[in-house]
């Protein structure tokens, strides 16, 4: 094609057809003008085609981070709710059931020391979709906004206050060492059993905002999800 073009033009130039020749090169520009807007064109689909594949493949990702973080999140939950009646339980009865009933002061002792759970996000997807550059792109920038909500606002607060609630807990398990260990109480005088009751309340304060927070990133899970159900499906 190239060669019948550069024959057509020597041919006009030889024949002396001035005018001839401009059309015909006014008509040669447009042809490769066009060709170059088609092969844009057709580059910018291709990397359209390109970064939506990489988008669906970061959601699906991430789906699967947020489902298992769900689920550890409801775990966690099942597991500090008992301690929230158990503290409940204590700080109303504590000095009436040692006196009267240390069995079941003892029971209550050991559902509110039973174990320990605090939840870290897993981070890997989101934090290659940042690095990457990727999330900025999504199309759909809603959900783009609400995953940065939800990993930079509300897992950094869980994270944070998970770690103060850690601290404090390996405070009271040492102290209260021995109770974990005999599941028993060991004989204690009245301001003992105060001083008992005001460290279990600087656990309970913690453990209670902390279990709040985890019911609102449940939600806020649930929400995105939900709203973007069929881009994350």
Do not use: C
């Not at 409801?74 to 069995?103: H, M």
């Not at 897992?155 to 850690?166: A, E, T």
């Amino acid at each position: 094609m190239i060669t019948f073009f550069r024959r057509l033009r020597h041919s006009i130039l030889s024949e002396g057809k001035t005018v001839r020749y401009l059309k015909y090169a006014l008509g040669e520009i447009v042809l490769v003008v066009i060709g170059i807007l088609i092969a844009l064109q057709i580059n910018n689909w291709n990397e359209r085609r390109i970064q939506h594949e990489k988008e669906k493949e970061i959601i699906t990702s991430v789906k699967n981070d947020l489902k298992q973080d769900r689920a550890f999140i409801q775990f966690t939950i099942e597991v500090i709710e008992p301690k929230i009646e158990a503290y409940s339980t204590l700080n109303r009865d504590l000095f009436d059931l040692y006196q009267n009933d240390r069995k079941s002061l003892d029971s209550i002792f050991k559902i509110y020391f039973s174990t320990n759970r605090t939840f870290y996000p897993i981070l890997g997807s989101y934090q290659s979709a940042v690095s990457g550059n990727q999330l900025t792109n999504f199309r759909n920038k809603k959900l783009s906004q609400q995953l940065i909500k939800l990993y930079n606002s509300t897992y950094d607060r869980l994270i944070d206050n998970g770690q103060i609630l850690d601290e404090r807990w390996a405070f009271i398990s040492k102290k209260y060492s021995h109770e974990r260990r005999t599941g028993s109480f060991r004989d204690m005088e009245p301001e003992q059993l105060s001083e008992f009751l005001d460290d279990l309340y600087h656990h309970y304060v913690q453990l209670e905002w902390y279990i709040n927070q985890l019911k609102l990133a449940a939600v806020k899970i649930d929400k995105i999800i939900i709203e973007n159900k069929v881009s994350i499906y």
